[in-house]
């Protein structure tokens, strides 16, 4: 049946083997009807096509160009194939195509005439021998050419397997079957072998789709009970009698408010809250942290995670398709279409290298014959003609390994920060932050814990001046600063009704009305008629007078590294509250890490708190280069873009919550934390799942490793065709030596591409945990 699709659909598409294969089958499409948008990603193998469109046209055009069409939570066949690495998987994937399948038949018949062609014989022998080589070429042959044909007749685009069909017919042209033989057969193993490597380094991407639970185990009740129905009056729906039971549903059925049931070394289904039960947590899938986390109730839980000893009982928060692991698998994929300046400087040069080297084979082989009397054909003396070398040259016009060199690379340096916890949003950030050398960290939440708490509380009345204890103007200072803080969500919010609470005060007042945030300095409101208000230092040299009687202590307070916050009434102020936030222990080691990649680099600490403070915290950390302090939000924004303009590029770290707009305004935007932040996700360019800035060099390290892999692998592969260049005009290079070393360069670059995919295996280790739960 024909259906239309109007909204953007996406597919897995099966056979592309190199990179010019999803240039020719992107052209293809996108002479449909109906198509608005289409863009193929080979790295993923996706076809993304948006537009008013017959489906089956779409389907038969993708099948007419030579590949094969799913929709994308289908099983693929071929990915099955490649499941297993090593000689068995690769066998397994030649005999998945009939193609490559036939392919072998021809290997087999080709090594049977190698002793023949060894020995003088009968007359005959050689024409059999001829004989062999075209059926050889027939068989293996013929889908290179329909191949090359469908290329050119839908997409209008000249493939290397048009080329390959072209010098192939001019071999048998000239007489050289057996060479003509070779040359087919190598190129399809080698096309094979590619696609092979390009399917392997796909594993990386599909292994996280992996971690994605298919089923739950859901209290829902009894609906509809047909064996108490009329009883008591019950007429259906929910059944009062038999109360709620376990159901097993597709996770997409389960909804937010739902009670899941997750038993011992069960993976978790959902993102949510646990309400019942206590158990260890390993969260690699999300934070890349082998080491299981204690939670109980209370705590927030994420789907793709792995129960350990205890049964939970887990409150749903969010949908199947919105809950982290989802996010994470949406924002790798999506990663693919952000692409690097270099991935579209090899683009742009790959599409005027084929048609020019086609063009100077057609000179090659038509002029020097033609101005200076040379052979056209192979002379008897071994002297090769000026048509076999615009032969040979034909078979390197491909830029192939030149195309495929970057996305490769790319792709596996993304899998690979996936898999250990660090998210990013494409090859273009990748590539920005291999370059820029100037680090800014916001200091509450990333270089400290961010989870300060009360260390005094004084009024200037207070009986108790001499030692940590209060008296009861104190706490109805801080029984009046919770009241204004009942609604915040700011850290140092957080630290105030903590203390109320463990002390009794939360509820001595109630919540304040008509509560007024005031933009990085504190907030005010109304509390038994009489205006309150709570803010930082600066917010009171503003505002109100000098209190003389706390100015010592309050200095005392903040040399010590803690931030003051001054609670007026009516504008007469009544004391302070001196909050600490402790130095995160990993911050001063990333610092130093960086340091040790980037000898170059510059370091800056944003912080809305007093420089006191700032720089008390900045003196334990060391390695940074500069502190800014009192910073408002907009003054943060400010600072990112004087830090761009002065060095160039800045790399902006915050928590991706509270300083969304200055990592907005930064080259590259890091977040951390982001495992429990949607927020953070929509906001960075960076996100380190887990609130671990040791991450951030890795980020950085990889970053300039996947720049040097991508500039070897164009270097060589450039350096490959000049090389065959070079030889093809004295005629020292043959045609077999041409598609050896072509497809040779682009297995060569994948595998150099893959070896950024170098970091523990999420998958396999998250598989053997489970494993070793079971038993």
Known sequence: MTTTAQDEQKFRITGMDCADCAVTLERGVAQLDGVEHVKVNFTTATLVVSGDLDAEALSKRVEALGYAIASEDEADEEAAATSRGGVLGFFRYLLSDRGTAIAL?????????????????????????????????????????????????????????????????????????????????????????????????????????????????????????????????????????????????????????????????????????????ASSINQAPITGESMPVARSVGDEVFAGTINGEGALEIEVTRLAADSTISRIVRLVEQAQSQRAP??????????????????FAIFLAVVPPLLFGAPFFDTPDGTRGWLYRALALLIVACPCALVIST??????????????????????????????????????GTLTEGRP???????????????????????????????????????????????????????????????????????????????????????FHEEADRCDGLHDQIVAAEEAGQTTILVSREGEVLGFIAVADVPRPASREALRRLKEIEPAARTVMLTGDNPVVARSIA????????????????????????????????????????????????????????????????????????????RLPDVVQTSRRTSQVIWQNIIFSLAVKAVFLVLTLPGLATMWMAVFADMGASLLVTLNGMRMLKAPNLVEMVSRMEAEQGE
């Not at 042959?141 to 191949?147: D, E, H, L, M, V």
């Not at 340096?413 to 800014?440: E, Y």
């Not at 001595?508 to 309150?532: D, F, K, P, Q």
């Open 453 to 539: 708490v009360v260390r005094l509380v004084r009024t200037p009345t207070c009986s108790h001046n001499g030692d940590g204890a209060s008296c009861t103007a104190c706490d109805d200072l801080l029984a009046l600063a919770a009241a204004v803080e009942r609604r915040s969500e700011h850290p140092l919010a957080h630290a105030i009704l903590t203390e109320a609470e463990s002390r009794g005060l939360s509820h001595r007042y109630a919540a304040a009305e008509e509560v007024e945030a005031l933009a990085g300095r504190g907030i005010r409101g109304i509390v038994e008629g009489r205006t309150i208000t709570v803010g930082s230092h600066t917010l």
């Open 105 to 277: 038949i021809g290997v087999v018949l080709m090594l049977a005439t190698v002793p023949l062609s060894l020995i003088e014989g009968p007359p005959w022998l050689r024409p059999l021998i001829r004989a062999v080589h075209v059926i050889v070429i027939g068989l293996a042959g013929f889908p290179i050419a329909r191949q090359g044909i469908r290329s050119l007749f839908y997409a209008r685009q000249i493939t290397i397997d048009l080329l390959m069909t072209i010098a192939t017919l001019g071999a048998l042209f000239i007489g050289e079957t057996g060479e003509a033989a070779t040359v087919v057969l190598l190129f399809s193993i080698g096309e094979a072998l590619e696609g092979y490597t390009a399917e392997r380094s796909r594993d990386a991407l599909r292994s996280l789709l992996s971690l994605k639970p298919d089923q739950a185990t859901v209290m829902r009740p009894c609906i509809d009970c047909e064996e108490h129905m009329g009883q008591e009056g019950y007429t259906g729906g929910p059944c009062p009698f038999c109360g709620v039971h376990e159901v097993v549903l597709p996770v997409e059925e389960v909804r937010i408010g739902d009670t899941v049931i997750v038993r011992p070394g069960e993976r978790l289904p959902v993102d949510g809250r646990i309400i019942s039960g």
């Open 407 to 444: 996305p490769v690379t790319m792709v596996s340096s993304l899998a690979g920060l996936a898999r250990r916890g660090v998210l990013v949003k494409g090859g273009v950030f990748l590539d920005m932050l291999s370059k820029v050398k100037t680090f800014a960290f916001d200091k509450t």
């Open 619 to 694: 003196a334990w950390l060391g390695y940074l280069d500069e502190v800014r302090a009192g910073l408002l939000p907009e003054e943060k924004v400010t600072a990112v873009e004087e830090l761009k303009e002065q060095y160039g590029g800045v790399v902006m770290v915050g928590d991706g919550i509270n300083d969304a707009p200055a990592l907005a305004a930064a080259t590259v935007g890091v977040a951390m934390g982001g495992a429990g932040s949607a927020q953070a996700m929509e906001t960075a360019d960076v996100i380190l799942m887990q609130d671990d800035l040791t």
């Open 342 to 359: 270099v991935e579209r400087l090899v683009d742009r040069f790959a599409r005027w290298y084929t048609p020019s080297v086609v063009i």
